[in-house]
């Protein structure tokens, strides 16, 4: 029987006909089965032309309103779709496709057939969230994390291979540093501090006397913010030591796109 989605759950349909009363769509994660959105349901007040709203080809994010398992007959509506929700499931769909890219091409490098790649998507989806989040992990952590999973070595060698070309999302926060000293060697004692703390994935730039950038780049806002205070907060105790003086300012943190 044909999976049918749930009331409640938001799903990503397309667009195939447009009406005075309303819009058919076909359901893209569900096989193409056959929704309905009528027009109540497709904005807030009164629409004068439905086709400002929705266009034929067009990929709607949707709610599931009511599921008529007999006739197979599902109500959807646009309006009820908060911007949250609607962000989730693009993300979501946006790394679904991304995990299939990705499992494509361990399947060309390892030679694996369409049953053994729907077999590793449902290995790798037992062990984490999607394929995309377990070539993401891969990335992040070693192929060793999915050593449970006892994969063929070819196939580990083709993710291994796969997962290192991945751009992993990242965040980066930043400040501003004013830092002076006043003791004779105090250009030398400044340098040696920064020099310290600039490791891994901590970058100093010096913008002008006594002016220097310090940013931290993470996996997410979290870790960044946690590494970022016990390191400022050392470089002001040490510039206090050595009799200087110490001003932090934050600046707008950034975060780079998934690809």
Same mark, same amino acid.
């Given at each position: ?6 009331? =409640? /759950?938001?799903?990503?349909?397309? #667009?195939? *006909? +447009?009406?005075?009363?309303? %819009?058919?769509?076909? &359901? ?28 034929? =080809? /067009?990929?709607?994010?949707?709610? #599931?309103? *009511? +599921?008529?398992?007999?006739? %197979?007959?599902?109500? &959807? ?183």
């Amino acid at each position: 029987m044909q999976e049918l989605p749930e009331p =409640g /759950e938001v799903v990503l349909a397309t #667009v195939t *006909r +447009v009406m005075d009363h309303g %819009a058919y769509v076909s &359901l893209d994660e569900f096989g193409d089965i056959p929704g309905f959105l009528h027009i109540s349901e497709i904005a807030p007040g009164w629409i004068r032309s439905i086709s400002r709203f929705v266009k034929t =080809g /067009e990929k709607k994010v949707l709610l #599931v309103k *009511r +599921v008529n398992e007999k006739r %197979a007959d599902i109500d &959807l509506s646009l309006k009820q779709v908060s911007i949250d929700q609607k962000k989730r499931k693009l993300l979501e769909v946006k790394r679904y496709e991304k995990g299939r890219t990705l499992l494509g091409s361990v399947a060309d490098k390892a030679g694996l057939s369409d049953g053994d790649v729907d077999e590793l998507e449902e290995a790798l989806c037992s062990k984490f969230d999607s394929a995309y989040d377990a070539f993401s992990q891969i990335a992040r952590g070693g192929i060793s994390l999915v050593s449970a999973l006892k994969l063929p070595k070819k196939t580990l060698s083709a993710m291994e291979e796969v997962s290192s070309k991945i751009r992993l999302p990242s965040v980066e926060i930043r400040g501003i540093m004013e830092i002076t000293n006043s003791r004779p060697d105090g250009v030398e004692v400044i340098r040696d501090t920064l020099s310290a703390a600039a490791e891994g994935n901590v970058k100093i730039t010096y913008l002008g006397a006594p002016t220097y950038r310090i940013s931290i780049t993470a996996p997410d806002f979290k870790t960044a913010e946690k590494e970022l205070k016990p390191l400022v907060e050392g470089i002001q105790r040490s510039a206090e030591k050595n009799r200087g003086t110490f001003k932090f300012t934050r600046e707008e943190s950034k975060k780079t796109r998934e690809e």
